[in-house]
């Protein structure tokens, strides 16, 4: 499967972004998606994971509240909306399959998009 994020941008402090993930398959609907992060001179960061059902979900507790993960199987598509965003946010922000359920490791991803919050 092949995964493609986007809806990053540059965004004042406290304010919203909703970033997308399209997947290239329709096998995309049986696999635990997640989303995780990676700024300059960091380790990736996991931040959430949706059941492939969409109905469970777990998230880091730096996002625990702001942030929110959902799917679309219908059209192969896992979101993440986040809010409040602070200037520590800022990073390349990456979607991936996550390795087993309740996992925070990811065994395939595809190309970020960046996200830069401003103060």
């Known amino acids: 499967v092949q995964l493609q994020a986007s809806g990053g941008g540059l965004v004042q402090a406290g304010g919203s972004l909703r970033l997308s993930c399209a997947a290239s398959?329709?096998?995309?609907?049986?696999?635990?998606m997640g989303w995780f992060r990676q700024a300059p001179e960091k380790d990736r960061e996991f931040l959430a994971a949706?059941?492939?059902?969409?109905?469970?979900?777990y998230y880091a507790d730096s996002v625990q509240g702001r942030f929110i993960i959902s799917r679309d199987n219908t059209r192969t598509t896992v979101y993440l909306q986040m809010n409040s965003l602070k200037p520590e946010d800022t990073a390349v922000y990456y979607c991936?399959?996550?390795?087993?359920?309740?996992?925070?490791?990811?065994?395939?991803w595809g190309q970020g998009t960046q996200v830069t919050v401003s103060s």
């Open positions: 949706i059941h492939s059902s969409g109905v469970r979900k």
């Open positions: 398959r329709r096998s995309f609907s049986g696999e635990h």
């Open positions: 991936g399959t996550v390795r087993r359920w309740t996992s925070r490791d990811f065994n395939l």
